[in-house]
């Protein structure tokens, strides 16, 4: 049994299949075939942060495979608070087939899956955001070919999906360029645990147009993630040049892509004419997280399958 806690959990050679498997199931999707691999199956959701994406993706792709989904807020649930982290993990799964959690401490899905009979999916936690990287590679692979050999362009906070970033860059041979204001530094420790990077999949910049050079995808997330509401005017002044703007997108090669894991705030951390304009595939992105998590369900309770 495999969990998916962070972007580590899986090796290249099943990256590589559940591109493939995503571009299949995606497929089909568009061409309204019936694709239900996982009847008789359930998905827990457990909702701590709100969601939109997360929510409808997870869902929908549950029922487009055939299965159920049980929804938990975080006022049903309470990981944690009405009762034990390890109790609630043993009891959910002993009724269902798969655990999806969006929360905060990565230590609670940690220790939910430590607990759990069946595989547990990290829907996004304050450290890492595995799912969305991986329909963001979906996104570019479907857009220009194999992210290896490729440079991203990561302009904005040292959050989650920049840790995440860091660690598929890592692990699929390709280069982050990473720029973020003093004191929003991605911190190496916490995106590579007791990992040694491969030398040169990530290089800091201070200035963002630099980062932005010659590089094939940019990519940005809002100022201030869930949970950090307080710092949100320190982070606005912090923030300012860290804008992802025309002059940017100029910087980089001509058909580089700009993505965004939305929601996106523009005129902050990207302007509309970039994230409206014809380098942006964000809706294909958004669209694709659903596509990518159909792939993994499928790959984390049946293996690798054909058809």
């Avoid at 199931?25 to 457990?46: N, P, Q, V, W």
């Avoid at 040049?241 to 990207?270: I, N, Q, T, Y």
């Avoid at 380098?279 to 399958?305: F, P, T």
Wanted: net charge negative.
């Amino acid at each position: 049994m495999k969990h998916y806690l962070q972007f580590f959990d899986l090796t290249a050679d099943e990256y590589n299949y559940l591109f493939s498997r995503a571009a299949i199931i995606k497929g089909k999707f568009k061409s309204y075939e019936k694709h239900h691999t996982l009847a008789d199956r359930t998905l827990a959701m457990i909702f701590e942060k709100a969601s939109t994406r997360t929510r409808v993706s997870f869902e929908a792709g549950m029922y487009q495979l055939g299965g159920s989904v049980v929804h938990l807020t975080t006022g049903d649930s309470q990981l944690g608070r009405a009762e034990p982290i390890e109790d609630s993990a043993k009891v959910i799964s002993r009724m269902t087939d798969l655990v999806m959690i969006r929360t905060y401490e990565q230590s609670k899905i940690e220790n939910f899956a430590a607990n759990s009979r069946v595989p547990v999916i990290n829907g996004l936690t304050n450290e890492f955001h595995p799912c969305q990287i991986l329909a963001d590679l979906f996104t570019f692979i479907e857009h220009r070919g194999s992210i290896k050999g490729k440079t991203v362009a990561w302009v904005g906070d040292g959050n989650n999906m920049a840790n995440t970033w860091l660690q598929a860059a890592d692990l699929l041979d390709f280069t982050v360029h990473v720029s973020t204001p003093s004191g929003y530094e991605v911190d190496e420790k916490l995106a590579f645990g007791d990992r040694t990077p491969r030398a040169g999949c990530y290089k800091v910049f201070s200035d963002p147009m630099q980062a932005c050079e010659g590089v094939d995808l940019v990519t940005t997330d809002v100022w201030t993630s869930m949970g950090y509401e307080a710092e949100n005017e320190a982070r606005m002044k912090a923030f300012a040049d860290w804008c992802v703007d025309s002059e940017m997108m100029a910087a980089a090669k001509s058909d580089a892509l700009f993505m965004h894991c939305l929601p996106a705030h523009r005129g902050e951390e990207v302007m509309a004419d970039v994230i409206d304009g014809p380098q942006s595939v964000v809706w294909d992105e958004a669209e694709n997280r659903m596509h990518a998590q159909k792939a993994l369900m499928e790959y984390l309770l049946l293996g690798r399958i054909n058809g």
